[in-house]
């Protein structure tokens, strides 16, 4: 069975920071490039961050690059996002996804307000 659960969300002041992470389980991880995706109340979920399944290579969308860092540690199946210097339009429920599959996780929700 097919797992992919994120957490570490929560909510968290302008300027602050949060880890995400997304523990797989059900395949072969390591085969897999990951991404971390979010939607906003209202809009379509977009691409955060992608890495590699190596870890080599990384994508990061205009709005985070500088503030997020995607990275992964293939002997615990797991793949992370720190954020920082979060800023209000952050605000979503943010999931991992093995890149070209059907593998998505339920979801975290961030929130960033004073």
């Known amino acids: 069975q097919v797992q992919l659960v994120e957490s570490g969300g929560g909510l968290v002041q302008p300027g602050g920071s949060l880890r995400l992470s997304c523990a797989a389980s059900?395949?072969?991880?390591?085969?897999?490039?990951m991404g971390w995706y979010r939607q906003a109340p209202g809009k379509e979920r977009e691409l955060v961050a992608t890495?590699?399944?190596?870890?080599?290579?990384?994508y990061y969308a205009d709005s985070v690059k500088g503030r997020f860092t995607i990275s992964r540690d293939n002997a615990k199946n797991t793949v992370y996002l720190q954020m920082v210097s979060l800023k209000p339009e952050d605000t979503a429920v943010y999931s991992c996804?093995?890149?070209?599959?059907?593998?998505w996780g339920q979801g975290t929700q961030v929130t960033v307000s004073s």
């Open positions: 996804h093995a890149v070209r599959s059907i593998y």
């Open positions: 059900g395949f072969t991880f390591s085969w897999y490039s």
């Open positions: 890495i590699t399944n190596g870890g080599g290579s990384t």
